[in-house]
């Protein structure tokens, strides 16, 4: 999914899990229709506790959901919520959000395009502060995943982050670039200063 697509789900967050319902499913069914969601995403969905959780457990999954996803799900939209599918395209046209490119994080391009190291990943996991849940978040990791991280290591928070980047890698196998973690570390506002001796 675009980081500007990316901005606009996580600005209307909370108003999107207000205003729409997923428990008629319908939304939810026209995105597993339309091959953005899967039948285990479509289950985890369905499995949380109110329409709110269920709306936002989809906001969450939906950026790893490839480059479509975002048009797809206006396109669930248009039926029961075209205000909402209007809200979220005037968000898109008004955006100032603009995702910079990479250059201004001197960083090379045969580098961005290489698959990070476990030592690269544990300097990187020693760096981050508190936006380190909404980096691996728009990695594609789910809330249960950082849930997961941060119960099996409770008392370390560089070996929580650790533990997320490392499933990052894992099932994003060669697409787990250096590229796609810079995006996502430029997503959460992060200062380049971040990847200082993170990459040698």
């Known amino acids: ?4 697509h990316k901005d606009i789900l996580r600005k209307h967050r909370l ?13 939810v069914q026209y995105l597993y229709q339309e091959d953005i ?13 109110s329409s709110q959780k269920k709306t936002l457990m989809l906001l969450d999954i939906l950026p790893a959901r490839g480059p479509t996803a975002f ?3 206006l396109e669930a939209l248009e039926v029961e919520y075209p205000w909402v599918q209007e809200k979220l395209l005037q968000g898109l046209d008004n955006n100032t959000v603009k995702i910079t490119g990479t250059d201004h994080w001197a960083v090379s391009e045969s580098v961005l395009q290489s698959v990070p190291s476990e030592r690269q990943l544990n ?26 991280c941060r ?3 409770p008392l370390a928070v560089q070996s929580q982050v650790l533990a997320g980047l490392v499933l990052w890698k ?11 973690l810079v995006q996502s570390l ?10 200082d001796q993170v990459l040698l």
């Open 1 to 4: 999914m675009d980081h500007q």
């Open 15 to 27: 108003d999107l899990s207000s205003s729409i319902s997923t428990d008629d499913t319908t939304i």
């Open 37 to 49: 969601l899967t039948l285990n995403h479509v289950d985890e969905i369905q499995r949380q506790s």
């Open 71 to 73: 048009g797809k799900f």
């Open 123 to 148: 300097r990187l996991a020693g760096r981050l502060g508190p936006e380190w849940e909404s980096v691996l978040l728009d990695l594609g990791l789910s809330t249960e995943d950082v849930y997961r």
């Open 151 to 153: 119960a099996n290591h």
């Open 170 to 180: 894992q099932r994003s196998g060669a697409r787990a670039t250096v590229r796609t």
């Open 186 to 195: 430029q997503a959460a506002e992060l200062h380049p200063s971040v990847l």
